[in-house]
Each structure stands twice: as structure tokens, then as C-alpha cells.
């Protein structure tokens, strides 16, 4: 009997720890994604360093992230994937389970930027990142 109240007390510890769903926002002005890990196209996933994010505020998008990738066509006045511009395009879904998929675009000179956000209740976020002149990439962390 003491081992299945001790088992109960556990599960009740662990449960109650456990991060509470938040609502995923249908139409988002302002999304953050804290990036944690990536997953290139050509090499082994990931973890990053602290203080890579992308942003969506408004009409714009905020973008730090880390690349590593084939670049088929270099651009410049490359700085990478550290930019703000303006949305081109913004298309929001209700995926299964609560989620929210964000697919929206950007342009930095002649590059094209595709974007798809999956944002989850639990605070997860998933984002992979499609430029026109390189390989894709993927990228885990959460969102608030």
C-alpha cells in the first residue's frame, strides 16, 4: 500500500511541474522564438548559443539566427542571417492539437525568405527557414 501512495505522490509532483499550455495567438503581431537548436540540411544537428531569436513585431520580422549551409548564390553584403525587413507575405493556419503554423516571406536584396512557424501550446516552437539561394534550415527553441 505505501509503495502506490508513494507512486501517486510522484506523479502528482511531476504533473504539477509540468509547463502549462498557453494560447497559441491566430493572428500574431508579436511572436519571439528564443532559438536553442538547429538542424542543418547537409550536417549534424545542433545546440546553439544563447541569444539567437527571431521576431515578428507588426509588419516586420527580426532575424538572428545561425547558418550552416551550402550557399548557391552569395549575396554582397552578407551579413548572414541578421536582419529587419518588412513582411511580404503572412499566412496563418490552426494546425492539430492547438498549434499555430505561421508561413510568411521576406526580401534582402535578391534573396527570397520563406518561413514556416509552428507554434505550440506548451511553449515549443519549430521554424524552418528556406532561403532562395541556399540550403534550408531548421531550428527548435521556444516562443512567448
Not at 43 to 52: D, E, K, L, N
Request: some cysteine; aromatic content about 12%.
Amino acid at each position: 500500500m505505501k509503495p502506490l501512495i508513494l507512486l501517486f505522490a510522484v506523479l502528482a509532483t511531476l504533473s504539477a511541474g509540468k509547463k502549462s499550455d498557453k494560447a497559441v495567438p491566430l493572428d500574431p503581431r508579436h511572436v519571439e522564438v528564443d532559438v536553442r537548436y538547429m538542424e542543418p540540411l547537409r550536417w549534424s544537428p545542433r545546440s546553439v548559443s544563447y541569444g539567437y531569436s527571431l521576431t515578428i513585431d507588426g509588419d516586420s520580422v527580426y532575424v538572428h539566427l545561425p547558418y550552416m549551409g551550402v550557399v548557391h548564390q552569395h549575396d554582397m553584403e552578407n551579413d548572414g542571417l541578421n536582419f529587419e525587413k518588412p513582411l511580404q507575405t503572412m499566412q496563418v493556419t490552426r494546425g492539430k492539437k492547438g498549434r499555430a503554423i505561421l508561413s510568411f516571406s521576406c526580401r534582402k536584396g535578391f534573396i527570397d525568405y520563406y518561413f514556416k512557424l509552428t507554434l505550440y501550446p506548451n511553449g515549443k516552437a519549430y521554424l524552418r527557414l528556406m532561403p532562395s539561394n541556399a540550403d534550408a534550415v531548421s531550428y527548435d527553441g521556444e516562443w512567448h
